[in-house]
């Protein structure tokens, strides 16, 4: 037997265990960026280690980046939302559609922020109506989503039978920049300052905390828990509807097929961030890593030749090696 002295505390058998678990999944997410930035720096350095390049990534990372932050939030309250590029898509397209309507084929600066504000309002509404009827019908978020996800691009498709609406001159948001720095990169690091202290230091971020951890005592402890969750589905709305007008400032035209797989990348970036599917755990500047992992991994196989579809293929082992090892932690701490 061991000697044991007073005053001294023995460890809870499995601490070590569920120690070291808690570690690797904070330093996986950093550690495979690392990775990826040294061996494109080694494979491509003239075509990877370049200004451009890194002004080019950030700029592409800043649609997913707004997006994975209303996701994050939904994933950590026990939700998912699969409908996240169809929304996108809808935005976009009611956006452009007020531009058109307001300002006809040349476009007024009132008629661009009138639809800057529809497709920002489509998107919050969108988000609304997805948290409204998950609470409403009991349904699970994954089946509610993903016939959302479904309608959203319906009506994106026919809203101008199958064709973008094109928006010349709408470029500020998407090529725009202030002190060198692209308007699209500001609003998007704005945008995780305040939701990092959203969920950190008000009422609503311990609550999604709370909810995704355990709902029902959550519920018992006196938390609206159906006010709080379509609150927290609308922010995801409205962040989505930024995105949207983002990505239509960019391009100058509204895609009724803008977003369409999109929804993998943000659920993908956040699970790799260190987010736990089964709820109450995640943060925000995991999620930004992981959003940066992908774009970085993607903007590396294109430059090394590698196809889409082998992307798909990488990604996809990414996702299952992040939700393995958040399971495996899960099982370890029992």
């Given at each position: 037997?061991?000697?044991?002295?007073?005053?001294?505390?023995?460890?809870?058998?499995?601490?070590?265990?569920r120690?070291?678990?808690?570690?690797?999944?904070?330093?996986?997410?950093?550690?495979?960026?690392?990775?990826?930035?040294?061996?494109?720096?080694?494979?491509?350095?003239?075509?990877?280690?370049?200004?451009d390049?890194?002004l080019?990534i950030?700029?592409?990372?800043?649609?997913?980046?707004?997006?994975?932050?209303g996701m994050?939030?939904?994933i950590?309250?026990?939700?998912?939302?699969l409908?996240?590029?169809?929304?996108?898509?809808?935005?976009?397209m009611?956006?452009?559609?007020?531009?058109?309507?307001?300002?006809?084929?040349?476009?007024t600066?009132?008629?661009?922020?009138l639809?800057?504000?529809?497709?920002i309002?489509?998107g919050?509404?969108?988000?609304?109506?997805?948290?409204?009827?998950?609470?409403?019908?009991?349904l699970?978020?994954?089946?509610?989503?993903?016939g959302?996800?479904?309608?959203?691009?319906?009506i994106?498709?026919?809203?101008?039978?199958?064709?973008?609406?094109?928006?010349?001159?709408?470029?500020?948001?998407g090529?725009?920049?202030?002190?060198?720095?692209?308007?699209?990169?500001?609003?998007?690091?704005?945008?995780?300052?305040?939701?990092?202290?959203?969920?950190?230091?008000?009422t609503l971020?311990?609550?999604?905390?709370?909810i995704?951890?355990?709902?029902?005592?959550?519920?018992?402890?006196?938390?609206?828990?159906?006010?709080?969750l379509?609150?927290?589905?609308?922010?995801?709305?409205?962040?989505?509807?930024?995105?949207?007008?983002?990505?239509?400032?960019?391009t100058?035209?509204?895609?009724?097929?803008?977003?369409?797989?999109?929804?993998?990348?943000?659920?993908?970036?956040?699970?790799?961030?260190?987010?736990?599917?089964?709820?109450?755990?995640?943060?925000?500047?995991?999620?930004?890593?992981?959003?940066?992992?992908?774009?970085?991994?993607?903007?590396?196989?294109?430059?090394?030749?590698?196809?889409?579809n082998?992307?798909?293929i990488v990604?996809?082992?990414?996702?299952?090696?992040?939700?393995s090892?958040?399971q495996?932690?899960?099982?370890?701490?029992?």
């Open positions: 037997m061991e000697a044991s002295f007073p005053g001294t505390m023995t460890p809870e058998p499995g601490t070590d265990i120690f070291k678990m808690k570690l690797l999944r904070q330093l996986l997410p950093f550690a495979s960026l690392l990775l990826i930035l040294i061996a494109l720096s080694v494979l491509v350095p003239d075509k990877f280690l370049t200004a390049n890194f080019n950030f700029r592409r990372s800043s649609v997913n980046a707004i997006i994975a932050v994050t939030a939904i950590i309250s026990g939700g998912i939302d409908s996240v590029g169809s929304m996108m898509a809808l935005a976009g009611v956006g452009a559609w007020a531009m058109q309507k307001m300002g006809g084929d040349l476009l600066p009132q008629a661009m922020w639809g800057t504000f529809a497709g309002a489509t919050m509404l969108a988000g609304f109506l997805n948290g409204a009827l998950i609470n409403g019908l009991k699970p978020p994954f089946i509610l989503t993903l959302t996800m479904s309608a959203f691009r319906g994106a498709y026919v809203m101008n039978d199958g064709q973008p609406y094109n928006v010349p001159g709408y470029k500020f948001l090529n725009g920049q202030t002190f060198g720095v692209p308007i699209s990169i500001v609003i998007a690091l704005v945008i995780v300052v305040v939701a990092i202290l959203i969920l950190n230091r008000t971020g311990r609550y999604t905390y709370a995704g951890a355990n709902r029902t005592a959550t519920l018992y402890s006196g938390v609206n828990v159906t006010r709080n379509i609150i927290i589905y609308t922010l995801a709305g409205l962040l989505v509807g930024i995105a949207s007008m983002i990505a239509t400032s960019r100058v035209s509204a895609q009724p097929t803008a977003g369409i797989g999109l929804e993998l990348d943000i659920i993908a970036a956040v699970v790799i961030g260190g987010a736990s599917l089964n709820g109450g755990r995640g943060t925000i500047v995991g999620t930004m890593i992981g959003t940066l992992l992908i774009s970085f991994l993607r903007n590396g196989c294109t430059l090394v030749g590698i196809s889409t082998v992307q798909l990604i996809g082992v990414i996702i299952v090696v992040a939700v090892v958040d495996l932690a899960r099982g370890k701490s029992r």
